[in-house]
C-alpha cells in the first residue's frame, strides 16, 4: 500500500535497529500519519488491546513480532528462566483481545517455533524472529493471492453491466490497515482498479469507532479508487434501489462450517443482501478459520468493548482532534464489537486458495488436509453458487 507515494506495511522492524518494532497508530487516522516505536511486550499489548493495530491479520502479525520482543528481552539466566517469562508474555498477548482468532494462532506458532529451535536461546530468538517475519510475509501473499481469486467476481460483474461501474460494498475495515499489506476485502478491489476495471465502494462509516469512515475510506483514497462513506444503516435501502452489486466483507474468525465472526452489523448487511439477491462474501486468510469450532453462534467468544466508544466521538476541530458527547450523560450504553452471520447467508469465502462455499465441505475442498482434525459432524455443504446469486 502507498501512502503519499510511498509503499509501506502496516508493520516492521526499525531500520537499523532489530530491537524495534513499528507500526501505524490507527487511532491517528486519517487527520495524522504517525508511526510508533514498540519496544516491549508490554507495549506491543497495549498496541493490540487500544488498537493502535486492529484487523485480524495485523493483529496476529503484531502478535508475532511481540513475541519475538519477549524472546529478545527473556531471560539468560537458564532456558527454565527464559521459557517461564516468554510463557507469561503469550498469556498476556493472548488476553488482550478474545475474538480474532489470528492472535492466538500466533502466538501458538510462536510457541512451536521456539521450542522446535532447541536449549541455545540466541537460537530460539533468532527463531521467534524469522517466525515473525514468516507470519507477516505470508499475511501479505494471502491477501494478494485472495486479490487474485476475488477478482474474477468483480470482472464477470462488470462484463454484464457493460463497462459501468461496479458498486461493492464493504463493512468496517478489511483493507491494507487490517492485514500487513493488501487487505482482504480490499483486495480484489485493489486488483480491478488497478486493471482498469470501473470500480466504486460504498463505505459504511462502521459506528461505533468508525472504521469504515476513518480508516477504508483513507486507504482507497491513497490508492485513487472512486468510494462514497454511507451511514451503517444505508446499505439495505441501496439494495433495495439495484445500487449494490456485491458485498465483501471480512472476517476475525470463521468456523470451519462457514460461520462467519466480523464487525458488529455484518449480519444485518448479510440479511439485507439475502432478501435484495446481492451476493455476500467473505474474504479471509486460511490463519482466520477456527478449526476447532462448528457452530459460531454459540461458540465464537464476542467482544464487549467500553461503552465510552458508543458514549463518544471524536474528529477533527480547528483546535486539532477533538473528543465530545453525543448522548445524555446519564443513559448506559452497550457496545458489543462483532456479530456472527451464520454460512447460511454467506454466498461464499474468498481465501488464499480460492473461493469455496461457506460449509464444511467447501472449506475442506480448499483444505483438504484440515478435514480429519476439525470435522466434528458429518454435514456436508452446499456447491458454491455461480457468481451474481446468493
Known amino acids: 500500500m502507498n501512502v503519499h507515494g510511498q509503499h509501506y506495511r502496516t508493520?516492521?522492524?526499525?531500520?537499523?535497529?532489530?530491537?524495534?518494532?513499528?507500526?501505524?497508530?490507527?487511532?491517528?487516522?486519517?487527520?495524522?500519519?504517525?508511526?510508533?516505536?514498540?519496544?516491549?511486550?508490554?507495549?506491543?499489548?497495549?498496541?493490540?488491546?487500544?488498537m493502535l493495530v486492529r484487523g485480524a491479520g495485523l493483529i496476529g502479525a503484531t502478535a508475532g513480532y511481540g513475541m519475538y520482543l519477549a524472546a529478545l528481552h527473556a531471560s539468560r539466566n537458564s532456558l527454565s528462566a527464559f521459557a517461564a517469562e516468554v510463557a507469561v508474555a503469550a498469556a498476556q498477548l493472548k488476553a488482550t483481545r478474545p475474538t480474532a482468532v489470528?492472535?492466538?494462532?500466533?502466538?501458538?506458532?510462536?510457541?512451536?517455533?521456539?521450542?522446535?529451535?532447541?536449549?541455545?536461546?540466541?537460537?530460539?530468538?533468532?527463531?521467534?524472529?524469522?517466525?515473525?517475519h514468516a507470519i507477516a510475509d505470508e499475511d501479505a501473499s494471502f491477501c494478494r493471492q485472495i486479490g487474485e481469486h476475488g477478482l474474477r467476481l468483480i470482472e464477470e460483474i462488470a462484463a454484464r453491466k457493460g463497462g459501468a461501474p461496479v458498486n461493492v460494498l464493504t463493512h468496517c475495515n478489511a483493507g491494507w490497515l487490517a492485514f500487513v499489506d493488501y487487505g482482504s476485502a480490499t483486495a480484489p478491489i485493489y486488483a480491478a482498479h488497478d486493471r482498469g476495471i470501473p470500480v466504486h465502494v460504498w463505505v459504511d462509516e462502521t459506528r461505533p469507532r468508525n472504521q469504515g469512515a476513518r480508516l477504508t475510506a483513507w486507504e482507497l483514497g491513497q490508492h485513487g479508487v472512486p468510494h462514497t462513506v454511507i451511514v451503517d444503516n444505508a446499505g439495505g435501502h441501496l439494495m433495495q434501489h439495484g445500487r449494490v452489486d456485491l458485498i465483501?466483507?471480512?472476517?476475525?474468525?470463521?468456523?470451519?462450517?462457514?460461520?462467519?465472526?466480523?464487525?458488529?452489523g455484518t449480519y444485518l448487511k448479510a440479511l439485507a443482501a439475502r432478501d435484495n439477491q446481492v451476493p455476500f462474501y467473505v474474504a479471509l486468510p486460511s490463519s482466520t478459520i477456527d478449526w476447532e469450532l462448528h457452530d459460531g453462534l454459540a461458540e465464537i467468544p464476542i467482544e464487549e468493548r467500553e461503552a465510552s466508544?458508543?458514549?463518544?466521538?471524536?474528529?477533527?476541530?480547528?483546535?486539532?482532534?477533538?473528543?465530545?458527547?453525543?448522548m445524555p450523560e446519564n443513559s448506559r450504553a452497550a457496545n458489543y464489537a462483532f456479530d456472527v452471520t451464520p454460512s447460511r447467508l454467506v454466498t461464499g469465502l474468498?481465501?488464499?486458495?480460492?473461493?469455496?462455499?461457506?460449509?464444511?465441505?467447501?472449506?475442506?475442498?480448499?483444505?483438504?488436509?484440515?478435514?480429519?482434525?476439525a470435522a466434528r459432524d458429518g454435514s456436508a455443504g452446499q456447491q458454491l453458487p455461480p457468481p451474481g446469486h446468493s
Not at 248 to 264: E, L, Q
Not at 350 to 370: H, Q
Open 350 to 373: 474468498i481465501t488464499e486458495r480460492g473461493i469455496c462455499a461457506a460449509s464444511a465441505e467447501g472449506v475442506f475442498s480448499l483444505y483438504p488436509e484440515k478435514r480429519r482434525g
Open 309 to 326: 466508544e458508543v458514549r463518544r466521538m471524536d474528529g477533527l476541530h480547528s483546535e486539532g482532534i477533538r473528543e465530545i458527547l453525543i
Open 102 to 132: 489470528n492472535l492466538a494462532w500466533a502466538v501458538d506458532r510462536q510457541l512451536a517455533a521456539l521450542a522446535a529451535a532447541g536449549n541455545d536461546l540466541e537460537a530460539r530468538t533468532a527463531a521467534a524472529l524469522a517466525t515473525a
Open 248 to 264: 465483501i466483507v471480512g472476517s476475525d474468525r470463521t468456523t470451519y462450517t462457514g460461520d462467519v465472526a466480523n464487525k458488529i
Open 11 to 50: 508493520i516492521w522492524l526499525k531500520a537499523g535497529d532489530p530491537a524495534v518494532v513499528q507500526i501505524i497508530d490507527q487511532r491517528a487516522l486519517p487527520f495524522h500519519f504517525v508511526v510508533v516505536d514498540l519496544k516491549t511486550v508490554d507495549e506491543v499489548a497495549v498496541a493490540i488491546k487500544e
